[in-house]
């Protein structure tokens, strides 16, 4: 067993910064090991979980999912279900399982409400002016799909959405981004179900 290291951001972007373009065959291998061994039972074997309590990981940024791991390894990110999972992996190991993720294909997914996820577009792609919600997709991008220190949105799961956005809302999650504690404390039920239906059926 691999002697589990704690990580800093700066130390993940190093490793993720080295000279392969590409995980080598080897981190390759133990990527697979692991998601085999471990995430597939909650995320699936490509990233793509069957059930809306788990995250969607197919296509997401390797370095916003190296840093999350650490994060929940360090417990900056609390979660008595992720915690054990990461405890005995090391920093490559979390490189590993980012690019791994990163290189899963997304796949296309209905929208679960359509008049829902219409209010939840102008969410999205506006924001609310009338009570200062800035929109999401200045910061997520208008397609969804993020950059390396901000997660891709687009497919997740619509509960995992409104989850996240009410833990942002409680201060239950402070790992992130804070500007994530003041949108989500202006959004309404109402538009919390509706910009996570919108995202849910992203491409």
């Known amino acids: 067993m691999r002697e589990p290291s704690r990580l800093r951001p700066l130390a993940i972007a190093a490793l993720l910064a080295g000279p392969c373009a590409s995980a080598p065959a080897a981190d390759a291998a133990r990527a697979q090991e692991i998601v085999q061994g471990k995430c597939f039972i909650c995320h699936g074997a490509d990233g793509e979980s069957s059930s809306p309590v788990f995250p969607r990981l197919a296509g997401q940024h390797a370095a916003y999912v190296a840093r999350q791991l650490a994060d929940y390894q360090s417990g900056r990110r609390k979660s008595d279900t992720m915690r054990p999972m990461v405890d005995d992996l090391s920093a490559d190991d979390f490189v590993a399982l980012g690019r791994y993720f990163e290189s899963r294909t997304p796949l296309a997914h209905p929208q679960p409400d359509g008049e829902l996820a219409q209010v939840g577009r102008f969410i999205f792609e506006r924001?609310?002016?009338?009570?200062?919600?800035?929109?999401?997709?200045?910061?997520?991008?208008?397609?969804?799909?993020?950059?390396?220190?901000?997660?891709?949105?687009?497919?997740?799961?619509?509960?995992?959405?409104?989850?996240?956005?009410?833990?942002?809302?409680?201060?239950?999650?402070?790992?992130?981004?804070?500007?994530?504690?003041?949108?989500?404390?202006?959004?309404?039920?109402?538009?919390?179900?509706?910009?996570?239906?919108?995202?849910s059926g992203m491409k």
Do not use: W
């Open 127 to 199: 924001g609310n002016p009338y009570s200062g919600i800035p929109s999401c997709a200045s910061c997520h991008g208008r397609n969804g799909h993020g950059t390396d220190t901000l997660p891709r949105l687009a497919g997740q799961h619509a509960q995992y959405i409104e989850s996240q956005l009410k833990k942002f809302n409680s201060r239950e999650r402070t790992n992130d981004n804070a500007v994530m504690h003041s949108v989500a404390s202006k959004l309404t039920e109402l538009e919390t179900k509706a910009v996570s239906a919108y995202i």
